[in-house]
């Protein structure tokens, strides 16, 4: 890890950063992760027959809450973290943050429908959040009932899915095809651009 001063030299040298902030690193695949269990979860096992899907339910409200407070970290992180700093066209600047965006937007409006289309049967206690902490029941919204939000949090998880899709296919294209170093931005460890630029320094975090 850097010291203090070589950061502020490297800055003051007027060297881009290459690499996101490590924090927004972490929390970039704590989300990818806490995603991928949700996704499994509810495609797997709680698929399964009898009362599976409520014997799974409680986990996967608690990962739905988790990954709700790890957006909200990131984001609020968000605003006080500059980008790595590329040669890019204003075009895909924009184009870019217009995806992520959407791409928030959706997992939020997923996070969100989920919760207003929980109701738990009449002879069953609400869900408990990581084994302790009831959940809360959303407030009845407008004409939709709950079975209408569950419906709607099913048909925004395969736009989730198709979202998720095209942003591994990009990452992929700025790795093989472009080698622009974007999606080393995103991960630990040194890319070849970090090496080029910063000799035999470590990486930045």
């Known amino acids: 890890m850097r010291t203090l001063e070589n950061r502020r030299a490297a800055e003051a040298s007027g060297k881009p950063r290459l690499h996101w902030h490590f924090g927004i690193r972490l929390l970039h695949w704590l989300t990818v992760i806490a995603l991928a269990a949700q996704i499994a979860i509810a495609f797997g096992p709680m698929r399964g027959p009898g009362m599976a899907m409520m014997n799974w339910l409680p986990l996967h409200m608690s990962i739905g809450v988790t990954i709700l407070a790890i957006i909200v970290l990131r984001l609020c992180w968000r605003i006080f973290t500059r980008a790595p700093v590329r040669p890019t066209s204003r075009f895909m600047r924009s184009a870019t943050a217009f995806f992520h965006m959407l791409l928030y937007s959706t997992i939020l ?9 929980y ?8 869900a408990r959040l990581f084994g302790d902490l009831p959940m809360p029941l959303a407030p009845s919204v407008g004409a939709l009932s709950a079975r209408g939000f569950a419906f709607v949090h099913q048909k925004l998880v395969w736009i989730l899915l198709g979202l998720a899709g095209v942003h591994v296919l990009a ?3 700025h790795f093989v095809l472009l080698r622009d170093g974007v999606m080393q931005s995103m991960v630990f460890g040194r890319s070849s651009t970090a090496s080029q630029d910063q000799g035999n320094s470590r990486e930045d975090v």
Do not use: S
């Not at 409006?109 to 289309?117: D, H, K, M, N």
């Not at 109701?119 to 609400?126: G, I, L, T, V, Y």
């Open 119 to 126: 109701r738990p049967m009449p002879f069953m206690p609400p």
């Open 171 to 173: 990452a992929l294209t």
């Open 109 to 117: 409006a997923v996070l969100i429908t989920g919760w207003l289309g």
